[in-house]
């Protein structure tokens, strides 16, 4: 039924884990954003082991380029273990661009863990501020 569909944005009220992620097929989505969902009263945060997140979202779609996490609670711990997954991981070989848009994160971000990683070509983008929600 959505065999075209390129792009999809999954919206969370309170919190989602890698169970319910993992339900979602779209085989020739290679753009997926997860954010707070616009009538929130305050950000979500995803719940699960970080590590078990890149599986999650191979089940999704193994041809993912860009994933975009956006203005949910994370904070600059738990971005850093999620990058980390993803570059350590090779589910998800296409992904090129991985994002935090007001994920919790500030400058004490730990710059290692944003530079480039060459031997994954995983590009890691981050837009500090507070989660919106």
Request: some cysteine.
């Amino acid at each position: 039924m959505f065999h075209n569909v390129k792009s999809f944005t999954i919206q969370v009220r309170v919190k989602i884990g890698c169970d319910v992620i993992q339900w979602i097929h779209l085989p020739a989505v290679t753009e997926l954003t997860i954010q707070t969902h616009e009538r929130a009263y305050r950000p979500a945060s995803l719940h699960d082991d970080h590590t078990s997140l890149p599986n999650a979202l191979h089940k999704v779609s193994s041809q993912l380029v860009k994933v975009t996490f956006k203005d949910l609670d994370i904070g600059n711990n738990q971005t850093e273990r999620i990058i980390q997954a993803f570059r350590s991981t090779y589910d998800l070989k296409h992904l090129r661009v991985l994002r935090f848009i007001r994920c919790g994160t500030d400058e004490r971000l730990n710059r290692s863990s944003i530079d480039s990683d060459d031997e994954h070509k995983v590009k890691v983008e981050i837009e500090h501020g507070k989660p919106v929600g």
